[in-house]
């Protein structure tokens, strides 16, 4: 009995890891809101947030012949780390990487107030982040013979907009509402050579979808000493060309300078 459990198991685990290794898919970071306030001027920060994500996915299969496109998606969360410096008080710069290996680049203004002054503050701001992947193999579907060599590609460009304008009580707290927008580019390429035995001739075989996703909501920074930890609630919305879905989600940040 237990061998026979092991043995389904096994099959089960060989499946999914079979499944992936064709499996063209990518993580999309979805809008999210920011603070209403840059750090201080001449100061450094690392921040490390947990947002929410779309996990894109272009082809079950690459390795099938021909091979079908889709745009499926599934809500997941994704971590990043960024490093920001803030010049002349008013402009804050960034640069990280997440947890799905894509870079990271980010500007934000002070339009309104100054960083830890009391009163009410605005910001405004852009980022951009970048990811690509590719596999390779030479069997024909997950489960299909060899000698049927090919290699795809996915990459995705995410470009985002925010504006946040808050009211800071004391050197502890500040809550803030936001808004942010964010169009997504996603391009796929599948290129099949001729099989061993010359049964199939192969193919060049290409896709590019976008999507946008947009939110809106609040949220409150809280600060002690060094350490800042912001939690935010915001509604989601997210499409493309088939899909259409929206939400309220949770937002966390942790800060340190």
């Not at 490390?48 to 299969?61: E, H, I, K, L």
């Not at 099938?64 to 402009?91: C, D, K």
């Not at 192969?202 to 939690?231: D, M, Q, R, W």
Request: aromatic share 10%; net charge neutral.
């Amino acid at each position: 009995m237990t061998k026979i459990h092991f043995t389904k198991a096994f099959g089960f685990v060989t499946v999914l890891v079979l499944s992936s290794c064709s499996n063209l898919s990518t993580k999309l970071t979805t809008a999210t809101i920011s603070p209403s306030e840059i750090t201080a001027d001449g100061t450094s920060r690392l921040d490390v947030m947990s947002a929410p994500s779309q996990n894109y996915t272009s082809t079950s299969d690459a390795s099938a012949r021909p091979p079908t496109f889709t745009a499926n998606t599934y809500s997941e969360r994704i971590l990043s780390g960024t490093f920001v410096h803030t010049f002349w008080n008013r402009v804050q710069f960034g640069l990280g990487l997440n947890s799905d290996f894509a870079l990271l680049g980010s500007v934000q203004l002070q339009l309104l107030g100054e960083p830890n002054k009391e009163g009410f503050n605005s910001t405004l701001g852009v980022s951009s982040d970048f990811s690509s992947f590719s596999k390779s193999g030479d069997q024909k579907g997950t489960f299909g013979p060899g000698g049927y060599p090919w290699k795809a590609s996915i990459s995705q460009n995410t470009n985002s907009a925010q504006f946040a304008i808050g009211y800071r009580f004391n050197p502890n707290v500040l809550p803030f509402i936001g808004y942010s927008q964010s169009s997504h580019s996603i391009k796929s390429k599948i290129d099949q050579s001729v099989s061993t035995d010359n049964s199939d001739q192969g193919g060049s075989y290409e896709k590019n979808e976008s999507a946008a996703s947009k939110a809106a909501g609040l949220g409150i920074k809280l600060t002690s000493g060094n350490v800042h930890f912001t939690p935010i609630v915001q509604w989601t919305k997210f499409e493309n060309s088939t899909i259409s879905t929206e939400g309220v989600q949770a937002v966390f940040v942790f800060s340190i300078n």
